[in-house]
């Protein structure tokens, strides 16, 4: 956040992918000692969180510094929903380039398929560094911190300073309980995602299907985030209703999810289809909120920067994620509570939306001013 407020987005990206490279260098330098290259995994992760806030919290102001106000929203859900994107395509990789150990021959317990399991692992690594080293050289090749001329009356006019932006935040109500919707819901959503294999394992669904079903509910989070962005920027002052359409379905999925798993009691249909739908939905309709989210906040507390902002309720986000990865190491043996988690915090975020009022300082800065 200190850098997007001081050194811009050029230095911000430039240390956001070299950090980068160096993670996932890292885990690819090949020892024998296992106890060393495990500690050699965990600090390229560590390396690789490091980087994560830049990716997560700049889309806003990439959009405000590159894009007039009736493109921002569209920039924003572009350039946030990409790493999501991304995430998507992890959960492909795993499963379709190294087998599963419960989802192999017998034969897997030998020698020989240990260290093919072991071969495969190690070329995911090698062709991530590879990715990451192309990125990072484009990057500084070309990546302007802003364009010759600033594209709208907010991208020119002065900002808030560091200090005086935490303070802002944290005293406006209205921005808390906004920020409280968007991190509680997604918190756990992105936890609940990263051990999706493991809470639909009970219900008989492999981990290559578990997979497909969280990619395709982030490749169609993206896809509808996207035309929802665009439909903001064509009618300004609609984020709220956006998102109260968007809450409102994602609870109702996340409900159908619960209530599917626990078949035994509720008798409703468990198929392949409905997890899928469920699943899908589910992902849809939270993952397409981000952007949304993403431009309320910046509304709300101008003129605080986007930077700021935006790492702020991200911060919260993983903060509650963290607490519920935190209960998984004690409770792992039975799941449901996960997944009841999940219609909880996304009925919490549609009340909270509903009470919110919201404003739209920057666009009537960009609207009313500038004509």
């Keep these: 956040m200190w850098l997007l407020d001081k050194r811009g987005l050029r230095v911000t990206v430039l240390l956001t992918s070299f950090l980068m490279v160096l993670g996932t260098g890292l885990r690819c330098i090949p020892v024998s000692d296992l106890m060393l290259k ?12 490091l980087a994560g806030p830049t990716v997560m919290n700049a889309a806003p102001f990439l959009s405000t510094t590159w894009f007039s106000a009736d493109e921002r929203a569209t920039a924003t859900a572009i350039a946030s929903m990409l790493s999501y994107l991304g995430g998507a395509c992890a ?14 021959s017998p034969l897997l317990a030998s020698e020989t398929s240990r260290t093919h399991i072991k071969d495969l692992i190690e070329t995911v690594l090698y062709a991530e560094f590879g990715v990451v080293c192309l990125l990072f050289s484009a990057t500084l090749a070309y990546f302007p911190p802003r364009p010759p001329l600033p594209p709208s009356v907010a991208a020119a006019s002065q900002r808030l300073s560091y200090r005086r932006s935490f303070c802002r935040l944290l005293s406006n109500m209205r921005f808390l309980m906004i920020a409280l919707a968007y991190a509680i819901p997604l918190g756990v959503f992105a936890g609940w995602s990263g051990v999706l294999d493991l809470i639909l394992t009970p219900v008989h669904v492999s981990q290559v299907d578990a997979g497909w079903i969280g990619f395709w509910s982030i490749v169609g989070g993206c896809v509808v985030g996207i035309a929802m962005a665009r439909f903001a920027d064509f009618i300004r002052g609609m984020l709220k209703l956006i998102l109260l359409l968007l809450f409102s379905g994602a609870t109702l999925s996340s409900t159908w999810f619960t209530l599917t798993c626990l078949n035994s009691i509720t008798h409703l249909p468990l198929t392949t289809v409905t997890l899928y739908a469920s699943c899908i939905l589910l992902g849809v309709f939270l993952n397409s909120s981000i952007p949304i989210f993403f431009e309320l906040f910046v509304e709300t507390v101008y003129p605080v920067p986007e930077g700021i902002t935006c790492g702020v309720v991200t911060f919260l986000s993983n903060m509650f994620m963290g607490v519920l990865l935190f209960f998984l190491t004690f409770y792992h043996t039975e799941l449901s509570w996960f997944n009841w988690c999940l219609p909880g915090s996304c009925l919490l975020s549609l009340l909270l939306i509903l009470c919110f009022r919201e404003s739209y300082d920057r666009l009537y800065l960009d609207v009313v001013v500038s004509v």
């Excluded at 495990?38 to 969180?49: A, M, S, V, Y």
């Excluded at 959960?91 to 192999?104: D, E, I, K, M, Q």
């Design 91 to 104: 959960f492909l990789v795993g499963p379709l380039v190294v087998p599963a150990p419960n989802g192999t």
């Design 38 to 49: 495990r500690r050699l995994i965990h600090g390229g992760q560590l390396l690789n969180g």
